[in-house]
Nanobody
């Protein structure tokens, strides 16, 4: 089993930067990749990015490309979502998710493990 715990959410103003963390524990070596998702009020959960844990290759949804970056620190067993130039439409609950198999995927069902989510609220 794998446990994921997000942190770093909170209130921000438009234009701010923020960083979310996703701490991994348990059978972490069994994992190949991590994803970040978000769910805005009244909307479905949406994929925003992916990172391969071995190579560190990252891919992003068009909605955040150029503003968000994903990094990982394998020594700390932590994955980060760096967000800059935040917009009110970035307001959402942000989730990290993990999967055992490699390959860039954006579907929620392809991820076996999920964190509890952390709220990010961006005011104008």
């Amino acid at each position: 089993q794998v446990q994921l715990v997000e942190s770093g959410g909170g209130l921000a103003q438009a234009g701010d930067s923020a960083r979310l963390s996703c701490a991994l524990s348990g059978q972490v070596p069994s994992l190949s990749a991590m994803g970040w998702f978000r769910q805005a009020p009244g909307q479905e959960r949406a994929w925003i990015g992916y990172v391969s844990l071995n190579e560190g290759l990252a891919f992003y949804a068009d909605s955040v490309k150029g503003r968000f970056t994903i990094s990982r620190d394998n020594n700390k067993r932590t994955v980060y979502l760096h967000m800059k130039n935040l917009r009110p439409e970035d307001t959402a609950v942000y989730y990290c998710a993990a999967r055992k198999y490699s390959g860039v995927v954006s579907k929620q069902e392809e991820y076996e493990y999920w964190g509890q989510g952390t709220q990010v609220t961006v005011s104008s």
